[in-house]
C-alpha cells in the first residue's frame, strides 16, 4: 500500500501567497532597494539590550507561567490602562503570546466555526484571510476604497452582513494602507458589531506609530465592545522585537479560558527571554522610544512627498505605521507584474498589492523598514523608472 | 441582545489538567522539595550562553526565513545524519518549531481529519491527547503495562486498530515513564504502521539522554518508515534552553507543505535568538554536553535506587529522560489523593500519574529537574512517610 498522507481540508486550503515570484525575480541581482521589507533595519532600544544582556548572565532559560509571566501581564495591564484606556485583568484577560500571529491564530481557531463568514475591510494583512480558512470559516472582503481614503463604507459593511457572519478582523493603523480609522469609523464599526452580535478582532501592533494628531481610538475601549473585542498588540513594531516573537491578546475573560487552552497546545509558554524584553519594553525610558518614533515618522513623511510627485501616481497619506499604498495604475500592468519589472529595470523591490487580496490590483505597498539610504535611492530610481515609462 | 462567543466544539473539548489541585496544596507552603518540576534547575552551557551575548551585542532581533534559518536547517540536516541516522533535506522536510509542542500541533491538525482516531499508548504525554482533540480526532489510549516494562504489546495495540485509525504518537525515550523503546518494539510498530496505512509522530525531545547502553533508534529510519513518520525533537532538553522555545519537526516533503503554510499562520518565523543559541547548541563542545548528560543520568539512577527501596513501591528502571513512574499503589490512594497528601504531610511535590491519563492511576511521575539536594530531601520525605504511612 503506498502511503497517502491526506492533508486537512481547511489546512490544504491555505492560500500560499505570490512572494515567490518576488524572490526569484531578487535572485542574483545586487543593490537592490528594499521597499518591500517588514523587517526594520533598526537594533532594539539600549535599554532593552542592556536587560537582555543582564538575563543572560544567568544562563538560565527556564519555561515560565503557560500564560505570560505575572510581573508581564501585571504591568501590561496598567500601560493598557493608562496608554490604550482598556481595562483588563491581568489574570483573566491577558494572555502573552508569541507574536500577534499566534494570538491571531488562537483566537480565531477558539471561536471560529466551520462555515462563519468573517468580514475583512481590504486590502488586509494576508493572515487575518489565511487564518479564517485555515479554521474552515468563510473570509468575506469589503473593498476600501482609496477615494475614500480606504476608511470604510459602513452601508458596504452592513450590506455584506448575513446571518453566518460572525467576525470583522480589521488592522488600525492598516498593515498595508498606511491609515488610521477614526474614532467615528470605530463608533460606526461598533454599533455595527453590536447591532449583528459579531466578535471584533483588532490589531493594534502598529498602536504606538500613529502620526496624526488625535490619538487613535481602541475599539474595545467603546460602550458595549470589551465584551466582543480580541485587541492584538506586541512589540515587534514598537521596540524592534520582531525576532523575539513576543505579542499579547486581550479579551473577555471566558472565551479567554478556551484560547488559554488552545495557546498551551501549541506554545506551552511564551519565551523567557523575550519576555523579560518586553518587560523592559514597558520600562523603556521615553526618549529612547521617541527616537525611533520620530525615525519613522520622518521616513513615512519622505516617502510619500517623493511618491506623491511622481507622475500619475497617487498616494493616500499615511498617518500610521511603516507603509505606504501607492496607487500604480496608470502603469497599466498587474501589480505583480510592475513589482516584477520594477526588480528587473530599476533594482527596486516593492510588493504587489495584491499580496493584500484582490482589491490590491493596481498598487503597490511601500515600506519605510530599509535605512534612509535605501529608501532614498528607491525612490529616485522608482521616479526614473516613471519617467522612461511615459 | 446579550454577547455569546460561543467557542468551537473541539477547542471547548481541550481537556484542562487536575494540576490545579497540586498548585493549591503548594499555597503558602515553604522548603517544598520538588519531585514534579519539568524545568532543570541547571543554566545553558557555556558556549550558548557565549553565543547569546554575543547576538545581543548588536541589539537586532528580526524576522528570519518562515521556517527557520537555512544555516540552522543544514547544520541540523548533517546533525540528523550523522547522530540520528535520519536523512532529511534542509529545505523541504526541515522546519524549525517554537518547541516541539508547535510542531505536534501544526502536524496535527494538517493530517488529521475530524473523526480520525489516533493510537497513543498510555501513561503518555498530556499534549498528545489534548492536541488530537482540539483537531476533532478521537484519541485512544492503549495501555502500557508495567509488568512488561511500559514497552507496548504490539497485539493489544492491533487490536485497537480500526478503519479509522489515523494515526499514532509516541514519545522515546519516555515522558513520563522514563523507558526507551528497544529496537524490535519499534520495527514491530513500523510493521503495524505499515500495514494499516498509519502515520507516525514521535517525540524525541529526550534523544540525547538514553542511559541504557544500546543507542536509540529512531523509528523514521526503519524501512518504508521516512514516507509517513514525523520526527520531532529540540534543544530545551539537551541543552537546557526550555525557555526559548525551539524546536523542530523532520517529516516527508509533500504534506510538509501544508505544515509550513500553518506554521507561518501561527508562527511567522521561529525566534532570531532562539535560532542564535540552537546553532550553538548544534556546535557545541560534547565535554559540556556530556557534563549536563552525566549529571541527569546520576539524578535518575539516584533517585530510582532511593524510590525502589521505599517498601510496596515498585518502579520500572528509569533508561532515559528526566523522570520516574514509581508504582504507589499500596497507599490504597487515588494518585491525585497521593500527591495532595505528600504536599501537605510530607512537604514533597510529586505529579499524580493520572496527569498522563487514566492508565496512569495509581502511579507517580518523579522528575530529577530540581537541585540535588531537593532530590535527596524529597527521597528522604517520601521514605518517611512511607515508613509513618504501615
Redesign the interface.
Known amino acids: 500500500?503506498s502511503?497517502?498522507?491526506?492533508?486537512?481540508?481547511d489546512?490544504?486550503n491555505?492560500p500560499?501567497s505570490e512572494r515567490e515570484r518576488i524572490i526569484t525575480a531578487c535572485h542574483g541581482r545586487e543593490r537592490l532597494a528594499d521597499l518591500a521589507s517588514?523587517?526594520?533595519d533598526m537594533?532594539?532600544p539600549?535599554f532593552v539590550?542592556e536587560q537582555?544582556?543582564a538575563c543572560?548572565e544567568?544562563?538560565?532559560?527556564?519555561?515560565?507561567d503557560y500564560y505570560g509571566l505575572p510581573e508581564l501581564r501585571a504591568k501590561l495591564s496598567q500601560q493598557l490602562k493608562g496608554e490604550w484606556r482598556i481595562t483588563a485583568d491581568p489574570e483573566t484577560e491577558i494572555v502573552i503570546t508569541?507574536?500577534v500571529?499566534?494570538g491571531l491564530?488562537v483566537v480565531m481557531?477558539?471561536?471560529?466555526?466551520s462555515g462563519d463568514q468573517v468580514l475583512i475591510p481590504s486590502p488586509h494583512y494576508g493572515?487575518y484571510y489565511?487564518?479564517a480558512i485555515?479554521?474552515g470559516a468563510k473570509p468575506v472582503l469589503v473593498p476600501l476604497d482609496e477615494k475614500e481614503g480606504f476608511v470604510p463604507d459602513l452601508d458596504r459593511l452592513e450590506k455584506a452582513v448575513t446571518s453566518r457572519t460572525r467576525a470583522l478582523v480589521f488592522c488600525n493603523p492598516s498593515n498595508p494602507l498606511g491609515v488610521v480609522w477614526p474614532r467615528e469609523i470605530l463608533d460606526g464599526l461598533a454599533t455595527l458589531a453590536?447591532r449583528h452580535?459579531l466578535?471584533v478582532l483588532v490589531d493594534e501592533i502598529y498602536h504606538d506609530f500613529v502620526y496624526s494628531v488625535q490619538p487613535i481610538t481602541s475599539i474595545a475601549t467603546l460602550p458595549g465592545m470589551a465584551?466582543?473585542t480580541f485587541t492584538f498588540g506586541g512589540f515587534s513594531k514598537s521596540h524592534?522585537?520582531?525576532?523575539?516573537?513576543i505579542g499579547f491578546v486581550v479579551g473577555?475573560s471566558?472565551?479567554m479560558i478556551?484560547v488559554k487552552?488552545?495557546h498551551?497546545?501549541?506554545?506551552?509558554?511564551?519565551?523567557?527571554?523575550?519576555q523579560v524584553?518586553a518587560l523592559a519594553a514597558l520600562d523603556c525610558p521615553k526618549e529612547q522610544l521617541e527616537l525611533v518614533f520620530h525615525e519613522f515618522r520622518q521616513r513615512v513623511e519622505m516617502l510619500h512627498r517623493g511618491v506623491a510627485t511622481i507622475d500619475g501616481v497617487s498616494c493616500v497619506k499615511p498617518e500610521g505605521g511603516f507603509y505606504l499604498f501607492p496607487n500604480m495604475s496608470r502603469f497599466g500592468l498587474s501589480s505583480i507584474d510592475l513589482a516584477v519589472q520594477l526588480i528587473e529595470r530599476a533594482g527596486v523591490i516593492t510588493l504587489p498589492g495584491t499580496e493584500f487580496g484582490p482589491y490590491g490590483e493596481g498598487y503597490l505597498r511601500l515600506s519605510v523598514c530599509a535605512t534612509r539610504e535605501q529608501l532614498e535611492e528607491g525612490l529616485a530610481r522608482l521616479a526614473e523608472f516613471a519617467d522612461n515609462w511615459a
Open positions: 500500500m502511503v497517502c498522507i491526506r492533508i486537512q481540508p489546512i490544504l491555505i500560499i517588514g523587517n526594520p537594533a532594539m539600549d539590550v537582555l544582556r543572560m544567568s544562563g538560565y532559560a527556564r519555561y515560565t508569541s507574536g500571529q499566534e491564530y481557531r477558539a471561536v471560529l466555526h493572515n489565511q487564518n485555515a479554521c453590536i452580535n466578535i465584551e466582543r524592534l522585537m520582531m525576532g523575539l516573537r473577555p471566558e472565551p478556551a487552552n488552545l498551551y497546545c501549541i506554545t506551552l509558554c511564551p519565551s523567557s527571554v523575550a524584553a
